[in-house]
T-cell receptor, first 116, second 111 residues
Framework: DAGVIQSPRHEVTEMGQEVTLRCKPI?????LFWYRQTMMRGLELLIY????????DSGMPEDRFSAKMPNASFSTLKIQPSEPRDSAVYFC??????????????FGDGTRLSIL | SQQGEEDPQALSIQEGENATMNCSYK?????LQWYRQNSGRGLVHLIL?????REKHSGRLRVTLDTSKKSSSLLITASRAADTASYFC???????????FGTGTRLKVLA
């Protein structure tokens, strides 16, 4: 089976531009997570969805960040407008249905975002 | 501070030696998971240990869990150069899907 697919793998853009990151979870998984990884702050959970519904977005840093999951096979994370401090690696992960925290997370290979 | 914190932050060993990493957490848990991250890649799940388990093995991996001390350790035996990676522990806050990852241990295995 294909793993979690993220696109693009790399994104370089100028400050103020809109950035859209995409994620396709593993088929049959019903929970999806967006993380941000930086050297300073480590791996931070931004938002997670269960059955396409956002459950907890308390990790979203600012209103400039938004995430959607229109269907079970696609999610987007959007930053508008982008700022240099948003530069990081953004990961998407999905899990199979199961008890709370009882399932391993399957990660994509991330999008390395650089805001100039 | 983070739910999970690993120590040491970095570890360098010779091939064939054992590597031990520790993780501490703050709240009650249902289980604890360990992940590996190779440079430039996503995290890969290694092993899950439930709160009612004290030890678990998977190949060259051995994980222990001490819920009274809120700590876990990951032992990699007979390390190989290919084990060079960062290792993270993760827990889910009780009753939620909210996974919290630790700060990670960077392991370097020298050939």
């Amino acid at each position: 089976d294909a793993g979690v697919i993220q696109s693009p793998r790399h994104e370089v853009t100028e400050m103020g531009q809109e950035v859209t990151l995409r994620c396709k979870p593993i088929s049959g998984h019903n929970s999806l997570f967006w993380y941000r990884q930086t050297m300073m702050r480590g791996l931070e959970l931004l938002i997670y969805f269960n059955n396409n519904v956002p459950i907890d977005d308390s990790g979203m840093p600012e209103d400039r960040f938004s995430a959607k999951m229109p269907n079970a096979s696609f999610s987007t994370l959007k930053i508008q407008p982008s700022e240099p401090r948003d530069s990081a690696v953004y990961f998407c992960a999905s899990t199979h249905p199961g008890g709370f925290g009882n399932q391993p997370q399957h990660f994509g290979d991330g999008t390395r975002l650089s805001i100039l | 501070s983070q739910q999970g914190e690993e120590d040491p932050q970095a570890l360098s060993i010779q091939e064939g030696e054992n590597a031990t990493m520790n993780c501490s957490y703050k709240t009650s848990i249902n289980n604890l998971q360990w992940y590996r991250q190779n440079s430039g890649r996503g995290l890969v799940h290694l092993i899950l240990i439930r709160s009612n388990e004290r030890e678990k093995h998977s190949g060259r991996l051995r994980v222990t869990l001490d819920t009274s001390k809120k700590s876990s350790s990951l032992l990699i035996t007979a390390s190989r150069a290919a084990d060079t990676a960062s290792y993270f522990c993760a827990t889910a806050l009780g009753g939620t899907y909210k996974y919290i990852f630790g700060t990670g241990t960077r392991l370097k295995v020298l050939a």
